[in-house]
């Protein structure tokens, strides 16, 4: 799971941790920048890799793919010769071939059978300075050593399936070069950030209804031995209509292993972007560009991180975190998921303007690998909460940081919509479900818009273009909860914060809702076995009839309401999802979802 930047104070000070070690796209430019990855860290004491938290501890050349002589196609579509299982003894592993020479070479190995170490042991023993891993999922993953692993003396790292598959493509066409390791002192020269210490706008897809602007933020470091006096940061927002925002600042002396956090309220800050007043984008794509320069005299040894470009668009209908696609859809690059009984992938909403509009439903990317599953017909619930925690953000001492339930107690569920896809063709394509009414939100309230499914080959989609980390760091705030087997996850998947869901939005004045025709309500503990308490906000005679998801009354129950509550049992119910709907008396009504075990 991902682990999320706490506060701000944390990233100004992250330069000290991590900041500092990647895994970057040298050359050609199509695969330039950093990837997010997981690296053989001999703190572990089952790999005697080099640490990578040393300064000056990195490798740089080209990469080539390892080919032990193995025949035949994996699961994956994958040259069994590129796992480098040859010779491991494990169950199933071909028998030893003939490696080739990967002398002065970044070995590229696939996961698949034999033990992470052995594969790296393989790749340095035909002369490799590095490998990189690629996991056969979307995710990139820690690597225990197994048996070889304190006979392994290079690095080793692991990519995604799909970082993986955009190096593999690109080596097709020529040499491809990667720089793996500390930056810190590798060059003279060299100045640089990352994706996740920049700000970048707070939606891939905003919308018209918005008053709009955002403040731009970004940390950046001197990874080079000499200090440098002439570092500029520009920013620039290019949109349809030309270029909307240009400013560039000037940081102080920065000597070697400085860094500097150029943000609002700090020093050194760029402009605030509003539009000069204008208020409102044109529809369209935008391009914000953050560029690193140290001067017209200095060239930088080492320039792959100098330039950041982040995209976003404006349009009529529709707020996502992700960017949109061709279609206008929201798009989807990645489908983690590691569930074994239920999963909830989670879009955090929160908007001082959320008034200005209502929502009438959602679009999301399902998945399935359709190969060896079945998407259609699969059950996928659509779950809106209220988040009535009363914690105040990611710096809040009640957080405990990584998987915290204590912060999910009190989510009040206000819609929810099934869905049932049709065909094995929707995988991997967006979909539209609409909520039965439009939903009225409110100004800084917080919202999660999560996708359900209690199905683990069934997953959902992630944008991988856009990193709100920066974001997250800055505002403290969540970006992509994620709940798997009864754990709700604040941060998300790791390397993964752009969930791929869309809100269909209408102007708000055009709802004219009534607000007190439903309240607050959620029941506890859920899921629940036999007994469980309904909590609404109201005293009183209610009626609570109970339905399954194909709207079957399965329950009837009139009830007393003390202090909000009321005791129920299910024990009738069979194991599967229910909703419950709660009327009162003068006419105010609840509903929500309880899962019976």
């Not at 939005?505 to 007190?516: C, M, N, S």
């Not at 005679?541 to 998801?549: C, E, F, K, R």
Request: glycine share 10%.
């Amino acid at each position: 799971m991902k682990k999320i930047i706490l506060s701000i104070a944390l990233i100004a000070s992250s330069f000290l941790g991590y900041s500092q070690v990647v895994c970057a796209g040298v050359s050609p430019a199509s695969i330039t920048g950093n990837y997010f990855f997981e690296w053989a860290d001999p703190a572990g004491l089952d790999w005697a890799t080099p640490d990578f938290l040393v300064t000056g501890v990195f490798v740089q050349d080209t990469l080539m793919m390892i080919n032990d002589g193995s025949p035949g196609i994996n699961l994956q579509g994958n040259p069994v010769s590129a796992e480098g299982c040859a010779g491991s003894g494990d169950v199933g592993a071909p028998p030893a071939g003939t490696l080739n020479d990967l002398t002065g070479k970044i070995a590229v190995v696939y996961r698949n059978t034999c033990e992470f170490g052995y594969k790296a042991l393989q790749a340095q023993n035909a002369g490799a300075v590095g490998v990189v891993i690629i996991n056969r999922d979307p995710e990139a993953l820690p690597m225990a050593g197994g048996v070889e692993g304190l006979n392994v003396t290079i690095p080793v790292v692991m990519l995604s399936s799909l970082d993986g598959l955009i190096l593999t493509n690109e080596m097709e066409n020529g040499p491809v070069v990667m720089f793996i390791g500390n930056k810190v002192g590798a060059y003279n020269n060299d100045v640089g950030t990352s994706a996740a210490d920049l700000m970048i706008s707070p939606y891939g897809a905003s919308n018209t209804f918005f008053d709009n602007g955002f403040d731009l933020a970004i940390q950046i470091y001197n990874f080079g031995s000499n200090e440098q006096s002439n570092v500029t940061v520009r920013a620039k927002i290019d949109g349809p209509s030309g270029n909307v925002y240009d400013d560039t600042v000037s940081a102080p002396l920065m000597e070697s292993g400085d860094s500097l956090y150029i943000v609002s309220g700090n020093p050194v800050a760029f402009a605030p972007f509003d539009l000069g007043g204008i208020g409102m984008y044109p529809v369209g794509e935008y391009t914000l560009t953050y560029t690193l320069s140290m001067g017209d005299s200095v060239i930088d040894d080492s320039d792959f991180d100098n330039i950041f470009e982040s995209k976003f668009s404006v349009n009529d209908e529709m707020i996502s975190l992700a960017n949109l696609d061709a279609d206008g859809m929201p798009s989807a690059s990645s489908f983690p998921s590691n569930s074994i009984t239920e999963y909830q992938s989670c879009m955090f909403y929160e908007d001082a303007n959320a008034s200005n509009v209502g929502v009438l439903g959602t679009f999301f990317v399902p998945y399935a690998d359709t190969a060896i599953d079945n998407l259609e017909g699969a059950e996928i619930f659509i779950n809106v909460y209220e988040w009535l925690d009363p914690w105040i953000d990611l710096s809040d001492p009640a957080y405990a940081g990584g998987a915290n339930n204590n912060w999910f107690n009190a989510l009040n569920q206000i819609a929810y919509s099934t869905y049932y896809p049709t065909s094995n063709d929707e995988t991997g394509n967006a979909v539209y479900v609409a909520f039965d009414d439009p939903i009225a939100v409110q100004d800084n309230q917080r919202y999660l818009f999560c996708l359900q499914s209690f199905d683990p080959t069934i997953s959902f989609g992630y944008d991988d273009n856009l990193n709100y980390d920066g974001n997250q760091g800055i505002t403290a705030m969540p970006v992509s909860p994620v709940y798997v087997d009864d754990t709700w996850y604040t941060g998300g998947w790791n390397g993964y914060s752009t969930p791929s869901i869309g809100l269909k939005v209408i102007d708000g004045a055009q709802l004219g809702l009534d607000d007190h025709a439903t309240i607050a309500g959620m029941a506890y503990p859920n899921p629940a076995v036999d007994v469980l308490t309904v909590s609404v906000n109201s005293n009183g005679l209610a009626n609570i009839s109970v339905t399954d998801v194909t709207g079957k009354l399965c329950l009837n129950k009139a009830v007393n309401l003390i202090n909000g509550n009321a005791e129920m049992n299910i024990s009738s119910l069979e194991v599967g999802v229910y909703v419950f709907n709660v009327e009162l008396e003068n006419g105010e009504t609840s509903q929500f979802n309880v899962v019976k075990k």
